[in-house]
């Protein structure tokens, strides 16, 4: 079984969608850190935040909170997953920001985002289509560019 550790934008994003499950019925078990699950409790999306009850979500400080050095442009919750995969020596990240992406990919740290999480699911037959999806996250409120959006119809054989 993976280890995945997930950041706070695809957990918000997921739950928008009440998608969240997917991550469960792909990587059966997930990681949180203590930053991301402290964002999503005092974040804007409070009312959809209590993960703590999903027997699925491990919620777990780093070992050395003393030898976080803050990195320019990223949260302490994106901060904690990178320290977090490299201390467990996990498989996959979850997480959508740029900055941390970039950083996750300088230390070789696989990754993945919200829509590489949707791409999964319709590929092992979870979801029939991920244009719905992302309509609707457009809609409620998150940003999606244009060109990835696309990307992402096209890698899924949905017309653009």
């Known amino acids: 079984m993976p280890k995945v550790v997930v950041d706070t934008t695809p957990i918000i994003s997921l739950l928008t969608i009440d ?13 949180v850190p203590k930053a991301v699950f402290d964002e999503l409790e005092e974040g804007i999306a409070k009312p959809y935040t209590d993960i703590s009850h999903y027997p699925w979500i491990s919620i777990i400080e780093i070992s050395q909170p003393q030898k976080v050095t803050p990195i320019a442009g990223l949260d302490k919750g994106e901060l904690e997953v990178i320290l977090l995969a490299e ?14 992406r970039t950083q996750a990919r300088k230390l070789g740290i696989p990754l993945t985002g919200t829509i590489g999480v949707l ?15 992302l309509t609707e996250l457009v809609d409620k409120g998150r940003w999606i560019n244009k060109k990835l959006m696309d990307k992402a119809l096209e890698l899924a054989g949905e017309t653009v």
């Open 87 to 100: 201390e467990l020596k996990c498989d996959l990240i979850v997480m959508d920001e740029l900055m941390g």
């Open 119 to 133: 791409l999964r699911a319709k590929s092992l037959n979870l979801i029939p289509e991920i244009k719905p999806l």
């Open 19 to 31: 998608s969240l499950e997917l991550l469960e019925k792909i990587y059966h078990t997930i990681i």
